[in-house]
T-cell receptor, first 113, second 116 residues
């Protein structure tokens, strides 16, 4: 089955700096890669996703890149703010299915004022 | 437009008791997914249901766990004879039925199960 590895497990940056979180996946049939943000005690919320027909997608301060050959994808947050502090999860659909998501273990991002 | 609803938000059970977790999907959504999240872990897929059908339960333990999504009412995740290892946050997600494309899964607030 699909295996998703996420790094780093914790990341601390100064306000205004950029943050990058990287994930690798194992299933070459995966074609959907969402990123979720989870604040402490709250529900995971989708912040951006990318499909395999594009290599990059951007939404204001957030961007995601995908390298299908290398089977890795990354989340980039620019001009970080304290409210960006949360746990971020990457995911990939498993076995080419259109519903089963395999999640990484998460990255705790702390943005220091 | 209410989001995905789950209840209870917190559930405490003693070993051997039963736990019933409920999930009401977003309005218009007929696909429901259950995930389990252990402390400091990612979300693990358990089961995917559509109305009155279990589509994929490959992530569900073979014993003690069951799920349903009846024609009327919420989806239910049932854990019989709970053990301490069942303590976790259980999240439900729902998505719209729009064919073969991947659909965004909207998550509920979760039920935090504690087994004493």
């Amino acid at each position: 089955g699909e295996n998703v590895e996420q790094h780093p497990s914790t990341l601390s940056v100064q306000e205004g700096d950029s943050a990058v979180i990287k994930c690798t996946y194992s299933d070459s049939a995966s074609n959907y890669f969402p990123w979720y943000k989870q604040e402490l005690g709250k529900r995971p919320q989708l912040i951006i996703d990318i499909r395999s027909n594009v290599g990059e997608k951007k939404d204001q301060r957030i961007a995601v890149t995908l390298n299908k050959t290398a089977k890795h994808f990354s989340l980039h947050i620019t001009e970080t703010q304290p409210e960006d502090s949360a746990v971020y999860f990457c995911a990939a659909n498993s076995g080419g299915s259109n519903y089963k998501l395999t999640f990484g273990k998460g990255t705790l991002l702390t943005v220091n004022p | 437009n209410a989001g995905v609803m789950q209840n209870p938000r917190h559930l405490v059970r003693r070993r051997g008791q039963e736990a019933r977790l409920r999930c009401s999907p977003m309005k218009g959504h007929s696909h429901v997914y259950w995930y389990r999240q252990l402390p400091e872990e990612g979300l693990k897929f358990m089961v995917y249901l559509q109305k009155e059908n279990i589509i994929d339960e490959s992530g569900m333990p073979k014993e003690r766990f069951s799920a349903e999504f009846p024609k009327e009412g919420p989806s239910i995740l049932r854990i019989q004879q709970v053990v301490r290892g069942d303590s976790a946050a259980y999240f439900c997600a729902s998505s719209a039925p729009t064919g073969a494309l991947n659909n965004e899964q909207f998550f509920g607030p979760g039920t935090r199960l504690t087994v004493l």
